[in-house]
């Protein structure tokens, strides 16, 4: 046997081993419901990896529904789409903008609340099955809604759907109760560099 050859073998055991210890691992987890995620830290991405997760539900033919509570009348890319193609998914966007725009402090509360009572009617209708609630981080961040409030729900929600929550400075006690928690960190950004925002990119 080749030097070549007894590489290829060695390496061939070696993907066996770790192929029978992968099955062993994964016939371990049995558990399955739904799972609320957050999506939080100071780096680009958080919403982009929440609507991935929602093409791929949709792909499965799952029913997925949409809540931006910040960007207001921001025109992005996913709200074009989205409005775009409402046959795809429930998509609204609830948010008058962020607090140094609207400089409306009632207004900013009347705004969350309803963006949560639309959030909560989705997540109880047995019809969705992946919801994302965009930003809600940074309206708790803000208290502009009681954070008790949002655990409790949460605690209690149906364990039929997966829920996803975004925004960066994600609440202790958010993050306490989550089923999995990615922190989004930043190691260079081109706003620092003096570019603006960029069309596909960052909306």
């Known amino acids: 046997m080749s030097e070549t050859e007894a590489d290829f073998a ?11 210890a992968r099955e062993r691992i994964q016939a371990r987890h049995t558990l399955e419901r739904g799972l609320l995620i957050v999506h939080t830290g100071n780096g680009k991405g958080k919403s982009s990896s929440a609507f991935g997760m929602a093409i791929r539900s949709l792909g499965w033919g ?4 949409i809540v931006q509570y910040v ?10 789409f989205f409005q775009a193609n409402p046959d795809l998914l429930t998509f609204e966007v609830m948010g008058d903008g ?26 109880l209708d047995p019809a969705y099955d992946f919801i994302i609630l965009d930003e809600l981080n940074i309206v708790l961040r803000q208290d502009t809604l009681p ?6 729900f949460m605690r209690d929600r149906p364990l039929t759907k997966h829920i996803c929550i975004t925004g960066r400075n994600a609440k202790p006690e958010l ?7 990615t922190e989004f960190g930043e190691v260079k950004h081109p706003f620092k560099a003096g570019f603006k925002a960029q069309k596909g990119v960052e909306y």
């Open 10 to 20: 060695a390496h061939n055991a070696r993907m066996k081993r770790v192929q029978a």
């Open 62 to 65: 799952m029913k997925v529904g």
């Open 71 to 80: 960007k207001g009348s921001w025109e992005t890319g996913e709200k074009n």
């Open 98 to 123: 962020f607090t140094w725009d609207t400089q409306d402090r009632a207004r900013d509360i009347a705004s969350a609340r309803a963006a949560w009572e639309r959030s909560k009617a989705l997540i």
């Open 147 to 152: 954070i008790a409030e949002i655990v409790d």
């Open 175 to 181: 993050l306490e109760i989550a089923d999995l928690v």
